[in-house]
C-alpha cells in the first residue's frame, strides 16, 4: 500500500511485457483463424461501399473497418493477459456487427443512431432480422430462397449474455481476488480466442446471407473460402 502511482504502473507494466513474451512463445492457431476473420469484415465493407451511392449505407459500411480495428485492440489486450476489457470489446463488436446489418435498410435510425444518440437494442435488432418480412424482402432482393434466419437467435443471444455480465460486472465475472490476475495463461487466451472466433464467425455468415457477396469476398481474402464453406 505504500508503493508510489508511478511505482504500482511500472511493475504492471512490466508484467504485460512478461506476459506478451510468454503469448508469442508458442504457436497460435486460433490468431490466424481470428486474421483471417477480420480481414473477411473489412473485406465486406470495402464491397459494400463499392456498391452503393445511399449516405446511410456509407456510414454502415464505415462499421466493417471499426470492427476490424476492434478486433485486433481486443487481441492484443488478451495477448497480455488483459480477458476482460479484451471481451468488452468483443461485446462491442458483436453489437455493431448485427447493426451494420439493422441500420442498412433503415435509414431513418441510422441517422438517428449516427446524429441524435439513438441507442439500439441488440435484442430487437435481432429480433427484427430474423423477422419472417425481413427475411422474405431480403429473398425478393437477393432474388434467391432464405429459408433459415440470418443469425441463429439463440446463441447470439447467450454469447451476448455472458459478455453483457463482464460489462455489467456480475459476481460470477469478479477476478480481483483470483491468484493469477494480470498473468498470462493458455488457457484464458483460448477461451477469449474461441469465443472471438464464434462471434466473427457468427456475423460473417450471416452477412453472406443478407448480401450475395461471397465470391467477391473469396477473391478478395481467398483463405476465407476455406474456414467458411
Known amino acids: 500500500m505504500n508503493?508510489?502511482?508511478?511505482?504500482i504502473m511500472n511493475e504492471l507494466n512490466n508484467k504485460f511485457i512478461n506476459n506478451f513474451k510468454e503469448w508469442s512463445s508458442s504457436e497460435k492457431m486460433e490468431l490466424d483463424k481470428i486474421f483471417i476473420y477480420l480481414k473477411c469484415l473489412a473485406a465486406i465493407g470495402e464491397i459494400l461501399q463499392n456498391n452503393t451511392t445511399l449516405?446511410?449505407?456509407?456510414?454502415?459500411?464505415?462499421?466493417?473497418d471499426e470492427i476490424f480495428s476492434d478486433g485486433v485492440s481486443a487481441i492484443y489486450l488478451a495477448a497480455n493477459a488483459m480477458n476482460k476489457p479484451a471481451k468488452i470489446i468483443l461485446r462491442r463488436?458483436?453489437?455493431?456487427?448485427?447493426a451494420s446489418i439493422y441500420l442498412w435498410d433503415m435509414p431513418h435510425l441510422a441517422h438517428s443512431w449516427s446524429d441524435h444518440d439513438y441507442d439500439l437494442s441488440f435484442t430487437e435488432?435481432?429480433?427484427h432480422i430474423n423477422s419472417k418480412g425481413y427475411l422474405?424482402?431480403?429473398?425478393?432482393?437477393?432474388?434467391?430462397?432464405?429459408e433459415l434466419n440470418i443469425f441463429p437467435t439463440e446463441e447470439c443471444q447467450k454469447i451476448y449474455g455472458v459478455l453483457s455480465d463482464i460489462v455489467h460486472g456480475k459476481v460470477t465475472t469478479f477476478e480481483s481476488a483470483l491468484p493469477n490476475r494480470f498473468k498470462f495463461t493458455n488457457d484464458e487466451w483460448e477461451k477469449f480466442a474461441n469465443q472471438a472466433i464464434q462471434v466473427l464467425e457468427i456475423l460473417i455468415k450471416g452477412y453472406?446471407?443478407?448480401f450475395p457477396i461471397s465470391e467477391e469476398l473469396y477473391?478478395?481474402?481467398?483463405l476465407s473460402k476455406r474456414e467458411l464453406c
Open 136 to 146: 422474405l424482402y431480403v429473398s425478393v432482393e437477393n432474388n434467391m430462397p432464405l
Open 55 to 64: 449516405k446511410h449505407r456509407y456510414m454502415c459500411c464505415s462499421i466493417y
Open 3 to 7: 508503493k508510489t502511482s508511478h511505482v
Open 208 to 210: 453472406l446471407k443478407r
Open 93 to 98: 463488436i458483436f453489437e455493431m456487427g448485427i
Open 219 to 222: 477473391k478478395l481474402v481467398p
Open 125 to 127: 435488432m435481432l429480433k
